[in-house]
């Protein structure tokens, strides 16, 4: 097969399943014969779990020897910070579970705009400890290559988990899109299966003023009623003359 055949093949069979005229729905299906819903919901517990012992690992371990409020000193720069990230991530990652759960995909953007912002400093970070490990930071050989497998292992591991809510989060949007178009709700209080060309309703039904009603009309009158009632008119107007106006106003002629 050449590869204009190829080619001619591969565009068709694109051509038909756009003019199918059929959606098809997202694929929602994860690693691990999971789902991406239960994927982001599993990355949401992880992340709140991770969070929160590293916190209490910065707390309570006595291998850092920075002061502050861990030896009951005044507040820290490095407490603020490690406060900080810890509230919003753990913010986030709840906003990330509520959303997952009720189907809300604007709940899932925080959680993916903070962990962008942590992907873009962990690649500083690699890359400053590519340039600089050994001569400005003073690494030696093994803290320059854990320095480097942890960093990134985190940073694989959060953009996998990064791309997973990110195409959940699509495929939420997609549904929502496809259910609008399928079911459109009713907007200006119209019935949708009502047909289009309906005339307006009358002012006392829009108004519901069915009681008040306008006063019923006389019927007219039968045909036989009407002839005797032309017959029973004077006929003095029928034997006068012809009208005679004035030719002239300033003469009294006739």
């Not at 565009?11 to 059929?22: A, D, K, W």
């Amino acid at each position: 097969m050449s590869a204009g055949e190829l080619a001619a093949l591969i565009q068709g069979l694109f051509y038909s399943r756009n003019s199918g005229g059929m959606e098809v729905s997202p694929d929602n299906s994860c690693c691990f014969c999971l789902t991406l819903r239960s994927g982001t919901l599993a990355i949401g517990v992880g992340y709140c779990i991770l969070y929160i012992s590293m916190f209490t690992w910065y707390l309570t371990s006595s291998s850092i020897d920075t002061g502050g409020v861990r030896e009951g000193f005044a507040v820290t720069s490095l407490d603020m910070s490690v406060f900080s990230i810890f509230s919003v991530q753990i913010l986030v990652n709840i906003l990330l579970l509520v959303g997952t759960m009720r189907r809300m995909p604007c709940h899932t953007l925080p959680w993916l705009c903070a962990n962008a912002v942590s992907l873009m400093i962990a690649m500083v970070c690699i890359v400053v400890t590519i340039l600089f490990g050994t001569t400005k930071l003073s690494l030696n050989y093994s803290e320059y290559v854990t320095s480097l497998t942890v960093l990134g292992m985190f940073t694989a591991i959060n953009l996998f988990c990064w791309i997973v809510v990110f195409t959940f989060r699509k495929n939420m949007v997609m549904e929502s899109q496809m259910v609008r178009t399928d079911d459109p709700s009713p907007v200006s209080g119209h019935h949708p299966s009502a047909p289009p060309n309906v005339p307006p309703p009358s002012y006392y039904e829009v108004e519901c003023y069915k009681e008040c009603k306008p006063p019923p009309e006389d019927a007219p009158p039968e045909y036989e009623e009407a002839v005797s009632m032309l017959s029973s008119q004077p006929k003095e107007d029928k034997h006068k003359g012809p009208v005679l106006r004035k030719k002239s106003l300033t003469n009294n002629a006739v």
